[in-house]
């Protein structure tokens, strides 16, 4: 007999401050002036008064250093 799949919650991923950083020192960039108002821009948007950790990390993924959206 076969045993029935899981139906339990997924397991939660561990949360962005808790993991270790995946690139070197070295490979890692700064957001440009564009990507920072765009963060600023979603956090002012969600209530909060400045950026917070995901807001730079949507922007640095989602935003271009010129300021366009990524493909």
């Given at each position: 007999m076969t045993t029935p799949p899981d139906r339990?919650?997924?397991k939660p991923k561990t949360k962005p401050w808790t993991r270790p950083n995946?690139?070197?020192r070295?490979?890692?960039?700064?957001?440009?002036?564009?990507q920072?108002?765009?963060?600023?821009?979603?956090?002012?948007?969600?209530?909060?008064?400045?950026?917070?950790?995901?807001?730079?990390?949507?922007a640095s993924k989602h935003i271009a250093a010129d300021g366009t959206?990524?493909?």
């Open positions: 339990s919650h997924p995946p690139k070197p070295a490979a890692r960039g700064t957001l440009t002036d564009a920072k108002d765009r963060a600023r821009q979603r956090a002012d948007e969600a209530g909060r008064r400045y950026p917070n950790l995901v807001d730079n990390m949507w959206p990524k493909a």
